[in-house]
């Protein structure tokens, strides 16, 4: 998801929004491209559609956004090995 512009209040306003939103289950504030990186949760597409509706195509702060759906979880966690 890209932010209309990286001012502060901009990226705060964003911060709090996603922080708020319950289906927001991970969000990164990143470089390279996009503003934001987030793990959504739904129980469906309808529920989805209203989601990216509600957070980005009807968000002023937002410019874009793009949406992958995941397929299949081949791995994930969130351990560091440390030698």
Do not use: W
Request: aromatic share 8%; with cysteine; proline share 4%.
């Amino acid at each position: 998801m890209v932010l209309h512009d990286e001012r502060a209040d901009t990226v705060d306003r964003a911060k709090a929004l996603f922080s708020a939103t319950p289906e927001v289950q991970q969000c990164y504030y990143v470089t390279g491209g996009v503003s934001f990186m987030l793990i959504v949760i739904a129980p469906d597409m309808r529920v989805y559609e209203g989601l990216t509706r509600r957070l980005f195509a009807e968000n002023d702060l937002v410019a874009s956004y793009r949406t992958l759906v995941a397929l299949d979880r081949v791995n994930a966690g969130m351990s560091v090995v440390v030698p």
